[in-house]
């Protein structure tokens, strides 16, 4: 009894203790002010859909969708022109994120990349009109089951699922947080953060409903497999720390940590936790970069989800998991360096070879393009093994030139038509080229750009991350990715020759006449493909600059 009376004086004594003595966070909103615009709008776009009439809701989506991403990349250059990619990069949101080069250099590219793809998601010309109403690349209502008599009526009524655009928002806040997180609390939240609204926007797709909601379910199945293994990562690697601070783990390896928990002393230092640890999160990361062996469910979903979604998810998921990837491993386990470098010369030689030997067999544009986009997974992760500034400068380039290639490719996929819809098997491909030369010439731009040509982007992209490879002693690495490009080579060159040198079928598809959104898409992805391929110094020297973490 006595005991009970002391604990309940304890908490009667902290209820009465004055409340300034909880230490207020501090957030330093402008530096943070890239993500709080989109999550912002993001907010915004679903009081949209509960109080705008449903006529005017694609086009106030849009604007907002826009304009939010437009003022979020003009925040990131002010940071950028303010210092805050070198000289005033620090640690801000009490230790949670980074404003430093990677992050802000990776965050606009991200909100570029999003601005183009949301261009994509916006098209409504490329389906014949339902009903007298034009109809998107989304399903009318994504409640109805496919077929139903509920679907029939809201294609009837011409309903669009303008919620992909709040979506794509929320999506694309978390990859903004997630190669500047800098702690595993932060990581992981921004992890959930981008995956579930993609979850989502995969089963949307308005034609092949039952495919594109299989896509979903394995990305979801295998999307919450991966999150699980970064949150056990995470719970091994607190254990081993004693914080889920970036710095603090670093210190930790390091042996630097000045004052030890007693609580935690006993695990702290154990070398297993670390090990195990490290490699989960790891895995984690792996998966959503696309690298051999966690991308089993990179096919399927590129084929099965709408192709403006993966155009939008291969080109920024990508960009923000290579950015959280460089981050753990140049900021939280440098110490570990020659641990974790011989597990990723396998990953990245599996995923080269792999990515580009699977590619060949394909006979769907789709499919072709999600085993080329592991393949270059494999490239850019020869660039994270260089551990050199000159490392991180190519990567940050590479995933640039990347991003644009890859939305201008999926935009083209688009536009090519039959009474089923996007006609993706490649048979229906032959003779392109000569029924509609200009659509045939932009996507023959982006295969030579991904198969590393020179005078394209993927060529000065590839040339620096070999390079850095080969100047940190990973020469064998080289000679393996050089091998795996030429593999590549021989199935976008073929595509070519399809295109151009096979005789059209009378019963071919045709190619739609876009709106000048998808125009727009295409164009940029021609033009910074071969800006960055024929003057890509600035481009570098930006990514050099941007190549420098802060602890």
């Not at 739609?512 to 033009?527: C, E």
Request: proline share 5%.
């Amino acid at each position: 009894m006595s005991t009970l009376t002391s604990a309940h004086s304890l908490w009667t004594l902290a209820a009465e203790a004055p409340a300034d003595r909880i230490p207020a966070p501090t957030i330093e909103y402008a530096q943070l002010a890239p993500t709080l615009i989109v999550v912002g709008a993001a907010v915004l776009g679903i009081l949209v859909e509960a109080f705008v009439p449903r006529k005017a809701r694609y086009y106030v989506q849009v604007f907002l969708t826009v304009a939010a991403l437009a003022s979020a990349f003009a925040a990131v250059v002010g940071l950028a022109a303010g210092g805050y990619g070198s000289t005033k990069a620090h640690i801000a949101a009490m230790g949670a994120i980074a404003v430093d080069g990677p992050a802000l250099f990776l965050q606009g590219t991200i909100l570029l990349a999003s601005i183009v793809a949301v261009f994509t998601l916006a098209e409504r010309r490329l389906d014949p009109a339902a009903h007298g109403n034009r109809v998107d690349s989304f399903a009318a209502q994504a409640a109805s089951v496919p077929g139903s008599d509920s679907e029939k009526a809201a294609v009837k009524a011409g309903f669009t699922t303008t919620e992909v655009f709040p979506l794509a928002l929320f999506a694309i806040a978390g990859m903004l947080i997630f190669p500047a997180a800098n702690d595993l609390l932060t990581l992981f939240i921004a992890l959930e953060v981008f995956s579930l609204p993609l979850y989502l926007l995969c089963a949307l797709a308005r034609r092949q409903r039952l495919m594109s909601q299989e896509a979903a379910v394995k990305y979801f199945l295998l999307g919450a497999f991966s999150s699980a293994f970064l949150l056990f990562g995470i719970a091994l690697l607190y254990g081993y720390a004693g914080s889920v601070s970036y710095a603090v783990i670093a210190d930790v390896v390091d042996g630097t940590v000045a004052n030890i928990d007693p609580a935690l002393a006993s695990t702290m230092g154990n070398d297993a936790l670390l090990l195990i640890g490290g490699a989960l999160i790891m895995m984690g990361l792996l998966f959503k970069v696309g690298a051999v062996p966690f991308h089993m469910w990179t096919p399927d979903v590129y084929q099965g989800a709408p192709t403006p979604i993966t155009g939008f998810m291969a080109a920024a998921t990508k960009v923000a998991a290579f950015g959280a990837l460089l981050r753990l491993l140049y900021v939280v386990l440098p110490g570990l360096r020659w641990d974790w470098r011989p597990v990723m010369w396998a990953v990245a030689i599996v995923t080269m070879l792999a990515g580009a030997v699977i590619a060949v067999t394909q006979t769907d544009v789709k499919r072709l393009l999600a085993y080329s986009s592991i393949a270059h997974a494999g490239f850019i992760l020869a660039g994270v093994i260089a551990t050199s500034a000159e490392g991180v400068q190519s990567v940050l380039f590479y995933l640039g030139a990347y991003s644009f290639v890859t939305i201008g490719a999926f935009a083209v996929v688009t536009l090519v038509r039959d009474a089923g819809g996007e006609a993706t098997h490649l048979s229906k491909w032959a003779g392109l080229g000569r029924r509609s030369p200009l659509t045939a010439a932009v996507f023959a731009v982006f295969l030579l750009a991904f198969a590393g040509i020179p005078l394209t982007s993927g060529f000065t992209g590839k040339f620096a991350v070999f390079r850095a490879a080969a100047e940190s002693g990973a020469g064998v690495l080289v000679v393996i990715g050089v091998l795996s490009s030429a593999i590549a080579a021989f199935f976008y060159i073929r595509v070519i020759v399809l295109m151009f040198f096979s005789e059209p079928k009378a019963d071919g598809p045709t190619v739609a006449v876009p709106s000048p959104l998808t125009m727009t898409t295409i164009a940029v992805g021609v033009a910074v493909t071969l800006a960055l391929g024929l003057a890509p110094q600035y481009f570098l020297e930006l990514a050099g600059q941007a190549s420098t973490f802060v602890r």
